[in-house]
């Protein structure tokens, strides 16, 4: 153990001391306020293992003035908790019935984000700590006053011993990341049309720093009410509006036409191959007159419209407003030439960005309150919180979920464990229980690994504390003085050194708070290895039977459903545009809902299979789970901007050339997308020779200009390039946190599988499952 103290200590164990003193300060003081002042035993154990459940064997994010809002919170919830494990433990049937239901319902709260994937594990055991035997209802009052009292403590103790600063809130994040957007497009408005590498590092950093693997847990837009998700769909659209910016081709010039009487420009109304005026880029490129504003001047006018919006200044909204003219004279020029109709359709993919970005900043500012269309990929602006939240977690009540598959392996091993501990009459059964808790892992693998440690730790410790209770005997007083420095050791190795010192170091605390219970002997170490090993035992065999490799195979399963999914609406979008038809302003199109469902599942098992550790074989060449990601976000977003239009809207077909084309490359990457899909799903007959995708070059030649072909062609055309980029990317040509692509995409929740997770990241603020 000479290690365990380095001379300069880390940033980890500088942190890890820090929520140690708080947890000793609030558990000991408890503890021994309870025992010694009040002469209650049952109110001093309650107070003891409510502190270390909610700050030793819990993980409740941010900082200190956060978590103590959140333990406020708790505390009703702790009272529910304890009041039905203190009556449910009159039988063990029933004691195993409610670990059962209990046990699934706190897992599957993770599904609210991290903070509430955080407190789970300890408001587990404010259920199984009660639920043992004696059953005696006439303490409830104890239990309940002195789990109060130690979560009490616990609270002030964060507000007030070495409080850690809190970080940048998400709003100043998306703040920061719209200026940022407003300075590229300013950039971008004169000589040389490009953006520097100083701006580009600076958009890639700004776009980064809105992903939920570089936000801090407490400060990530994971619940599933109104603002919530409109701040999400802020950060998503603002990474979207960098990533177009920087994507944005630049001008270049063109042969000057003979000025015609009584007009200012060409035919086409374009001075340079962009559509684009040199003097300022005055007129909006492509479309006939000189005095409309220019887009990218529009663009950033929003930009930081939106950024004075997030932080608490409220703008008039006439940079919104004439960005919305703005795009509806760029959707009506297609009497112009195709470089005109290309850059007008990347021009209008940056207006649709930052109307998004707008529109999903004033909803998350001002909520239910704000002007936001009801249809479209703002569906949730007018609903009410308990149905956004039942439509998140109805999205994820299935066996494809980790949330759910998490759920019902935690729940029936704890359920088991119940059981066995009570038909066997366990001495000290909630170890057991404590024991299948923290040890239960997402995977077979990983379970048996963190197990053999945790063993051998615990077997070290039940010899230590055996020889420290034979030494010192019922002296109450050696074990008073030497549990707060005892525990505060445990607190800070226990999180930085490993699971095996966790459970050495608290095996001797346990043995000498109990010591002070009641009169102890060296059988009491005895009886805590016995108990692990028993829990340690059921946690791995639920985890071999309960989806024992966890996200890996759920994580390929779902990816291959997404790229099925997206190849179907790949074929049925191109085909739409070649027929043409009415529009109509609806939610999302037709089809879409089941790709939305798959992003939910896929984005939940990704961040799930981030933090599991990879089997002992690298994963094949290739395997970009990211770039599959954003193949969907683009699929999704693309279909909905070429199919749903803000207003009812009469779409003309597409001549025959060009309606031959856009439905000839849509095949290509529908094919692609199959392939791909084909080789990665893990289930059936799967292709295993490498996938023979179509370069995104290949469309130079698959779609090449039709004559008379309009703006929505180009459109169409632009977008099947983009998700070809990305089948490229899934299949090993480039890595997916390089170049502009980097900017849009990766998400990565809490620990297990937050969506944060889940439900936070984009696919569920543009249509989440119902």
């Known amino acids: 153990m000479g290690g365990a103290f380095p001379r300069r200590p880390s940033p980890a164990y500088r942190a890890a001391a820090r929520r140690a003193l708080r947890a000793t300060v609030a558990a000991a003081a408890g503890f021994y306020v309870l025992l010694h002042g009040f002469d209650s035993a049952v109110g001093a154990t309650y107070a003891l293992f409510g502190a270390i459940a909610m700050a030793g064997l819990s993980h409740l994010p941010g900082s200190g003035r956060q978590r103590a809002a959140l333990l406020v919170g708790v505390v009703p919830v702790c009272w529910v908790l304890i009041t039905l494990g203190t009556y449910l433990s009159v039988r063990t049937w029933s004691a195993v019935?409610?670990?059962?239901?209990?046990?699934?319902?706190?897992?599957?709260?993770?599904v609210g984000g991290p903070r509430f994937a955080g407190a789970a594990t300890g408001l587990q055991l404010m259920y199984i700590l009660p639920s043992f035997p004696p059953y005696d209802p006439g303490s409830l009052g104890e239990r309940l006053v002195g789990a109060t009292f130690g979560l009490a403590l616990l609270t002030i103790a964060e507000m007030t011993l070495l409080p850690e600063p809190a970080a940048p809130p998400y709003r100043e994040r998306a703040a920061r990341a719209a200026e940022g957007a407003a300075l590229c497009a300013d950039r971008l408005r004169s000589a040389p049309y490009t953006l520097p590498e100083a701006t580009l590092r600076t958009a890639l950093a700004l776009s980064t720093g809105l992903r939920s693997s570089h936000v801090p847990e407490a400060e990530r837009p994971a619940g599933a009410g109104v603002r919530s998700r409109a701040l999400?769909?802020?950060?998503?659209?603002?990474?979207?509006?960098?990533g177009r910016l920087t994507e944005l081709p630049p001008l270049s010039p063109a042969p000057a036409r003979p000025r015609e009487a009584g007009t200012g420009a060409g035919a086409d109304g374009d001075a340079a191959a962009g559509g684009v005026s040199r003097e300022g880029q005055a007129g909006a490129p492509g479309v006939?007159?000189?005095?409309?504003?220019?887009?990218?001047?529009?663009?950033?006018?929003?930009?930081?419209?939106?950024?004075?919006?997030?932080?608490?200044?409220?703008?008039?909204?006439?940079?919104?407003?004439?960005?919305?003219?703005?795009?509806?004279?760029?959707?009506?020029?297609?009497?112009?030439?195709?470089?005109?109709?290309?850059?007008?359709?990347?021009?209008?993919?940056?207006?649709?960005?930052?109307?998004?970005?707008?529109?999903?900043?004033?909803?998350?500012?001002?909520?239910?309150?704000?002007?936001?269309?009801?249809?479209?990929?703002f569906w949730y602006a007018r609903m009410r919180a308990p149905r956004l939240w039942w439509r998140r977690l109805s999205g994820?009540?299935?066996?494809?979920?980790?949330?759910?598959?998490?759920?019902?392996?935690?729940?029936?091993?704890?359920?088991?464990?119940?059981?066995?501990a009570g038909v066997d009459t366990l001495p000290h059964g909630f170890w057991v229980l404590l024991a299948t808790l923290t040890l239960t892992r997402t995977t077979v693998r990983e379970t048996r690994r963190t197990e053999r440690i945790a063993l051998t730790g615990t077997l070290v410790g039940a010899l230590v504390a055996a020889a420290l209770l034979a030494l010192v005997g019922t002296d109450i007083e050696v074990y008073a003085v030497a549990l707060p420095p005892l525990m505060l050791v445990t607190f800070t190795l226990g999180p930085v050194k490993g699971v095996g010192w966790a459970q050495a170091l608290f095996?001797?605390?346990?043995?000498?708070?109990?010591?002070?219970?009641?009169?102890?002997?060296?059988?009491?170490?005895?009886f805590r290895l016995l108990d692990v090993l028993t829990g340690s035992a059921i946690g791995a065999v639920f985890?071999?039977?309960?989806?024992?490799?966890?996200?890996?195979?759920?994580?390929?399963r779902s990816v291959a459903a997404l790229l099925r999914i997206a190849a179907?609406?790949?074929?049925?979008?191109?085909?739409?545009?070649?027929?043409?038809?009415?529009?109509?302003?609806?939610?999302?199109?037709?089809?879409?809902?089941?790709?939305?469902?798959?992003?939910?599942?896929?984005e939940s098992a990704y961040a799930q299979y981030q933090s599991e550790p990879k089997g002992p074989a690298p994963p094949p060449v290739g395997q970009d789970w990211q770039a599959a990601l954003i193949a969907g976000h683009h699929t999704l977003w693309g279909a909905d901007r070429l199919l749903v239009p803000s207003e009812p809207v009469v779409v003309p077909p597409l001549g025959r050339e060009?309606?031959?084309?856009?439905?000839?490359?849509?095949?290509?990457?529908?094919?692609?997308?199959?392939?791909?899909?084909?080789?990665?799903?893990?289930?059936?007959?799967?292709?295993?020779?490498?996938?023979?995708?179509?370069?995104?070059t290949a469309f130079v030649a698959i779609a090449a200009d039709p004559p008379g072909a309009p703006r929505v062609y180009y459109a169409t055309v632009s977008w099947l390039a983009s998700l070809t980029k990305d089948l490229v990317r899934l299949a090993g040509g480039t890595g997916p946190d390089t170049g502009a692509d980097a900017l849009v995409g990766e998400r990565r929740p809490h620990r297990l599988g937050d969506p944060a997770g889940t439900g936070s990241g984009p696919a569920a603020n543009r249509g989440e499952p119902s």
Do not use: K
């Open 507 to 526: 095996t001797v605390v346990v043995a000498l708070v109990f010591a002070q219970l009641a009169p102890a002997t060296w059988q009491l170490a005895e």
């Open 97 to 110: 019935v409610g670990m059962l239901v209990v046990g699934f319902v706190l897992a599957f709260t993770a």
């Open 658 to 696: 060009a309606a031959e084309s856009v439905i000839r490359a849509g095949d290509r990457v529908a094919a692609d997308m199959l392939l791909t899909s084909a080789r990665i799903d893990p289930t059936g007959d799967t292709v295993d020779a490498p996938v023979p995708l179509h370069a995104p």
């Open 232 to 242: 999400a769909h802020t950060g998503l659209a603002t990474r979207t509006l960098l």
């Open 568 to 602: 179907e609406i790949v074929v049925a979008t191109t085909a739409q545009i070649a027929a043409g038809g009415r529009r109509m302003p609806v939610v999302t199109a037709p089809g879409h809902r089941s790709l939305q469902h798959a992003l939910v599942m896929a």
């Open 288 to 377: 006939s007159g000189a005095g409309l504003p220019d887009p990218l001047r529009a663009v950033a006018d929003v930009a930081r419209e939106t950024a004075a919006r997030l932080r608490g200044e409220t703008p008039d909204g006439q940079a919104h407003a004439r960005l919305r003219q703005i795009r509806q004279a760029l959707t009506a020029a297609d009497d112009a030439s195709p470089a005109v109709l290309r850059r007008n359709a990347a021009l209008l993919e940056l207006v649709d960005a930052a109307l998004a970005m707008s529109t999903a900043a004033d909803i998350a500012v001002r909520g239910r309150a704000a002007d936001a269309p009801a249809p479209g990929p």
């Open 543 to 556: 985890g071999l039977l309960a989806w024992p490799r966890g996200a890996h195979d759920e994580l390929r």
């Open 396 to 420: 994820h009540a299935g066996s494809r979920s980790v949330f759910f598959q998490n759920a019902v392996r935690i729940s029936l091993a704890l359920a088991a464990a119940r059981l066995i």
